[in-house]
């Protein structure tokens, strides 16, 4: 009959090479029932592995010890051991049990969190990802990173792994997390933009029923392109959304369309009054703050309106304008937009007159022309991504199927026959 003592014995002498390892796996597998029996007395054993090299069976052991609910003087232990383990771990060995490790970083984010110190998590699951992930894939694990650098405040640190591109996905659910806590991120950077796209992904996912992630994502999609976007907002969602968003986001998320369509008026009054009415609302669901940089936005969209009229400006005739209050808040929206390079112009402190200029990049910069080039690098690598992805489906077994039974309902011999290639 296997003992723990033995167990660790055949982790040690078997952790050196490829064959010795699938050889421990076997064994780990056949104890596995056995380590989550004897769970309660593992841990003093682990002192005597090395997470790096006998990172395999470190985590059979780790798993066993996770598995139970722990109180809160035993979670500030595990997480000081499971941080050491997360960072130190090899990936080739982790890799041989992807559901042993992701149920491990899954119960340190818990732990962490019952510590209500999600800070102690970030670093150690940034580390997590990356030794799981392959190229273009994801994880169970990126939206529990997610998750805990937005409690955390550390967006930075979140956005290393929202640059990266996303190919394939195992669980949509994963998916509508991953894009709507990157979403957040983006937001609290004030890159509205990235933020804007990984909201749409939410909501434009295929969906057979709307779900709780997708309303949400949806609101703040609305709000965040009011920022971004402004007036041009449009509440259509593309063609390809699901039907069931298309039935149902707007008319659960009907304050949210009456703010964008009373923002379409452009007054500021009428603006602040609706917010002011609905506000209740707005600060249940956590939004207030991004509701209120859509009022600041409209000040903005009305200030670079001016830019498209006037040369220069008083800052009174700014703020009478764009309906602020006095001279000295003009100033600050001005400051600010020129600091954030949403408009080009100079304040003369003297008589307090602004000077609207010319956007001065003239796109014929190296480092313009770097950024050009790597663009078009990336579009053509989508594109043959792209291609691929078309090839693989025309191929697929359950697509074909598919579009036989589709294909059916109709009698193709009543359509004139369409011509394939135009001769010009």
């Known amino acids: 009959m ?4 033995s167990l660790v014995a055949q982790i040690q002498g078997l952790s050196s090479s490829a064959g010795d390892l699938s050889l421990l796996l ?3 597998k056949q104890a596995d029932e056995f380590l989550h029996n004897e769970s309660t007395r593992l841990l003093p054993f682990l002192e005597q592995l090395d997470p790096t090299l006998h990172s395999l069976g470190y985590l059979y052991i780790l798993e066993a010890c996770t598995s139970w609910p722990v109180t809160n003087e035993q979670a500030r232990r595990l997480v000081l051991i499971l941080s050491r383990f997360l960072t130190s771990c090899v990936a080739d060995q982790i890799r041989l049990a992807p559901e042993k490790f992701i149920s491990v970083c899954k119960s340190f984010k818990d732990q962490v969190l019952m510590l209500e110190a999600p800070i102690r998590g970030v670093l150690p699951l940034l580390e997590a990802v990356k030794k799981l992930r392959s190229s273009e894939h994801l994880t169970t694990l990126h ?3 997610l998750q805990l650098c937005l409690l955390a405040k550390c967006y930075k640190t979140g956005l290393s792994i929202l640059e990266d591109d996303i190919f394939e996905v195992d669980q949509p659910r994963d998916f509508y997390l991953y894009c709507y806590y990157g979403g957040m991120i983006c937001i609290g950077q004030k890159r509205f933009q990235k933020a804007l796209e990984l909201l749409q992904n939410v909501v434009t996912a295929p ?8 309303v949400e994502a949806f609101k703040k999609y609305v709000l965040v392109s009011l920022i971004y976007n402004g007036q041009q907002f449009s509440t259509s969602l593309p063609k390809y959304t ?14 949210y369309i009456e703010l964008a369509n009373t923002y379409s008026i452009g007054k500021i009054s009428e603006l602040e009054s609706y917010i002011q009415t609905n506000r209740e609302k707005f600060d249940s669901d956590n939004n207030l703050g991004l509701v209120k940089q859509v009022v600041s936005s409209m000040y903005k969209r009305n200030i670079q309106r001016l830019t498209q009229t006037y040369l220069t400006l008083s800052l009174q005739d700014i703020a009478n304008t764009v309906q602020l209050s006095s001279p000295k808040e003009a100033e600050m929206h001005v400051l600010q937009m020129i600091q954030d390079g949403e408009i080009y112009a100079t304040i003369n402190q003297r008589d307090g007159m602004v000077r ?14 770097e950024h050009i080039d790597s663009s078009i690098q990336r579009i053509m690598t989508l594109s043959k991504k792209l291609t ?4 693989l489906i025309s191929c697929d077994p359950s697509y074909l199927a598919k579009v036989g039974r589709e294909r059916q309902r109709f009698d193709f011999d009543d359509f004139d ?7 010009i």
Do not use: G, W
Not at 207 to 214: D, H, P, Q, T, Y
Not at 356 to 369: A, G, H, N, S, V
Not at 388 to 391: I, P, S, T, V
């Open 356 to 369: 609207f200029l010319e956007d001065p990049e003239q796109y014929k910069t190296c480092e313009m022309i």
């Open 388 to 391: 691929a992805m078309d090839e």
């Open 2 to 5: 296997a003992t723990v003592e």
């Open 417 to 423: 026959p369409v011509p394939q290639k135009f001769n």
């Open 26 to 28: 076997t064994h780990l």
């Open 242 to 255: 699901s039907s069931a968003a298309q039935r149902n986001l707007k008319t659960i998320c009907q304050p």
């Open 143 to 145: 939206p529990d990173f």
């Open 207 to 214: 969906m057979s029923s709307i779900n709780a992630i997708a």
